[in-house]
């Protein structure tokens, strides 16, 4: 069984989306013969780029700042036109999440710009995959998995005033963990399929 890379490159300006980044990188780190770097855009090493040219699958993470990404993240994204030009990334994997005060705090709009930097990269989106939580139904409850109810990536809310040691909340950490984790499983049983077709005797 080969090993599979998933690099979550992430920024976070006071913590909390690095907490999120954690739980996505802990999920993905649960599926058997999986690699995960944790890759923080503004704490770069030298092999920040070929680590990411080299992984089968990124994700994206950073916390909603004025309705879209952060700027530090945005200038990543700016930055990987490199990769563009030589479409390092085309066929990899990609999927997102994002941290916000407010409960909504147009969360959507960062994921969006996610999906479409994974698109201008040849990427393949892969969403949440989770049914929305709490408020869907009249038995939810803000412990549910995936309470924000997003479905291209994992959301995450953090009141201003509440350090990282407790915001985002235990369901925004394991909704996390769950993207994490489906990333994983998605690229290993794609690149096991490719493995598996590559292998097979040529048809007389
Ligand atoms: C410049 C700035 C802009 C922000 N814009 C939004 C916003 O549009 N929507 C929202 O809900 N929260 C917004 N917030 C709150 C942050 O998203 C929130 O505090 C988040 O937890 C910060 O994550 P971090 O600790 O990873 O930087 C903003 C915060 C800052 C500093």
Known sequence: MSIVTVAVVFHSGYGHTARQAESVARGASSVPNVRVHLLDVTDRGADFWTILDSADALVFGAPTYM???SAEFRRFAEESATAWSSQAWRDKYAAGFTNSAGVNGDKLSTLQSFVVLAAQHGMHWVSLGLPPGWLYSANGS???LN???GFLGAMAQSPSDAPPAVSPSDSDLRTAEHLGRRVASTVSTARGREHA???A????
């Open 67 to 69: 309705g879209s990404a």
């Open 142 to 144: 803000a412990e549910d």
């Open 147 to 149: 309470r924000l109810g």
């Open 197 to 199: 077709v590559a292998g």
């Open 201 to 204: 005797p040529a048809e007389a």
